[in-house]
């Protein structure tokens, strides 16, 4: 029997990807704003009772790392009590809720990569507001799977590090990009896929970690989105990646230096370890290139 999945923020980098892979796994239904906003507790609430769904995915956050600083009260909205109206809502209804965090929950002081149970201490309002958001849904809703990733890229929305690092080594020869900042590059549509293989077991509860293995600084991440940019033929213009620290680049929201995340709990779930970073980027390109004819 087909199982209803409500699909909240299907317009964002995993959630367009959701929208191509789920219909394999139920029937589907995609909201986005501006039919739904996760500011409005009432229209949740509604949009959710009327479609009764057996799955709810919540792909939609608030993401603007360094805006979040001065617009706390709408990245807490979003990141943190949508999340908990869901859970609320997913309770009642006897529904399963998936919903995506981030490596940002941790302060980065670590030097080893964070298991799901190590300590939380999140540096900036976004990680803050997204550990509220796992938090309430830990306390609210029994049957949940809070899945947390890192440096999320995608062929899909407006705006990631390799769309940026693509559109700026166009246009100038010289780049600097930060050094010591270190975590795990990870394609959206792996996320989407691996949200997709747990839909069918949903016996399994709780948080899990889930990137591309491998590390790589942004600045090993912008070496070889240009390496793999040039055999692929994109136009390309830059010519020197200079490293540099985050102190030499300062903004709002400080970000956490080391953010790898240990996927070894959801590996036998998935029945493989992550791919790794540097292959899925190059796919990504791939298909970026024959889908904008870059």
Same mark, same amino acid.
């Not at 700026?168 to 996320?191: F, K, M």
């Given at each position: 029997?087909?199982?209803s =999945? ?9 959630g367009k990807?959701?929208?191509q =892979? ?9 909201? @986005? ?12 609430r509604?949009i ?8 709810i995915?919540?792909a ?7 805006k ?6 709408? +990245?807490?909205?979003?990141?943190? /009590?949508?999340?908990l109206i869901?859970?609320?809502?997913s309770?009642?209804?006897? +529904?399963?809720l998936?919903?995506i965090s981030t490596?940002y929950?941790?302060d ?13 201490n ?17 306390e @609210?809703c ?5 899945l ?8 899909f929305g ?5 769309? /940026?690092?693509?559109r700026?080594?166009a246009?100038r ?7 010591d ?11 989407? @896929? ?7 077991q949903?016996?399994?509860s ?8 491998g590390?790589a600084?942004?600045y090993?991440f912008?070496?070889?989105i240009?390496?793999?940019?040039q055999?692929l ?7 020197? =990646?200079?490293? =540099?620290?985050t ?5 709002p929201?400080r ?8 996927c ?13 970073w540097?292959?899925r980027?190059?796919?990504m390109?791939?298909d ?7």
């Amino acid at each position: 029997m087909s199982k209803s =999945i409500l699909l909240i923020g299907s317009n964002g980098q995993v959630g367009k990807e959701l929208q191509q =892979i789920l219909p394999s796994y139920g029937d589907v239904i995609s909201v @986005t704003r501006p039919t739904i906003d996760l500011t409005q507790s009432d229209t949740l609430r509604s949009i959710i009772r009327s479609k009764q769904p057996q799955i709810i995915i919540n792909a939609a956050a608030y993401t603007a790392v360094d805006k979040a600083e001065s617009e706390p009260e709408l +990245a807490t909205a979003i990141n943190a /009590t949508a999340p908990l109206i869901l859970a609320e809502e997913s309770q009642k209804l006897g +529904a399963f809720l998936i919903h995506i965090s981030t490596d940002y929950v941790f302060d980065g002081n670590g030097c080893s990569p964070y298991q799901e149970t190590y300590a939380t201490n999140p540096l900036s309002v976004y990680g803050k507001t997204k550990l509220a958001g796992e938090e309430a849904i830990r306390e @609210t809703c029994a049957h949940h799977l809070i899945l947390r990733t890192a440096w999320v890229y995608g062929t899909f929305g407006k705006s990631n590090f390799v769309k /940026t690092m693509l559109r700026l080594g166009a246009e100038r020869q010289e780049l600097r990009v930060v050094a010591d900042q270190i975590g795990s590059p990870t394609w959206a549509q792996d996320i989407a @896929t691996v949200i997709a293989q747990i839909i069918p077991q949903l016996t399994i509860s709780g948080t899990y970690h889930y990137t591309n293995s491998g590390v790589a600084s942004w600045y090993d991440f912008a070496i070889a989105i240009f390496e793999e940019a040039q055999q692929l033929g994109f136009p390309l213009k830059v010519e020197r =990646i200079v490293p =540099i620290t985050t102190a030499e680049y300062p903004t709002p929201a400080r970000r956490p230096a080391y953010s790898v995340l240990a996927c070894g709990k959801i590996s036998p779930i998935l029945g493989t370890y992550p791919p790794h970073w540097r292959q899925r980027l190059r796919q990504m390109l791939t298909d970026f290139k024959i889908g904008h004819g870059a």
